[in-house]
Every structure is written in C-alpha cells, then in structure tokens.
C-alpha cells in the first residue's frame, strides 16, 4: 500500500494557528474552493461545548486523475462530512 505524508509548517503561534487559519471560514473558503479547486466546502453546523468547538463541514473534492472506470462509478461526485 502506498503511503504519502505531507507536513505543513505554519510559522506563527498556536492561537494564530487554530483562530485565524483553521477555524476561519473565510480562509477555509479560499484553500479549498480556490485553491484545491472543491466544488462545494460549506460548514453544515458549529456548535461550542464548554470549551469545545465541534464542527461539521460538506465538503466535496475533485475527481482529478482517476481512472476512466472509476470516474464512471463516481459520476454523481464524492464527497464526505
């Protein structure tokens, strides 16, 4: 089986991190949307608990390479949440 790691190093402080990069919606937009070019990434739900934030995202990528079979059994997108 194939493995692939890709590491990000982001060059600013935790809380930087997590409210202006991770937990932005805006950002998050962008990156997949315009950048990763995702035909849909919505937050479906947010919801605080305590001093928990628990997130649920649609989020739809690109078939991009897939073989021509496999594209064919995709053909109505793949997705997750």
Not at 68 to 76: F, I, N, Q, V, Y
């Amino acid at each position: 089986m194939k493995e692939r790691r890709i590491e990000h190093t982001y060059d600013c402080s935790a809380e930087v991190f997590w409210d202006q990069l991770f937990l932005d919606d805006e950002y998050n937009r962008k990156l997949f949307v315009e950048d990763l070019h995702f035909s849909t990434w919505r937050v479906v739900r947010q919801e605080e608990r305590g001093s928990e934030l628990h997130r649920v995202i649609e989020a739809t990528p690109p078939l991009g390479d897939l073989p021509a079979a496999l594209k064919r059994r995709l053909s109505d997108g793949l997705g997750y949440e």
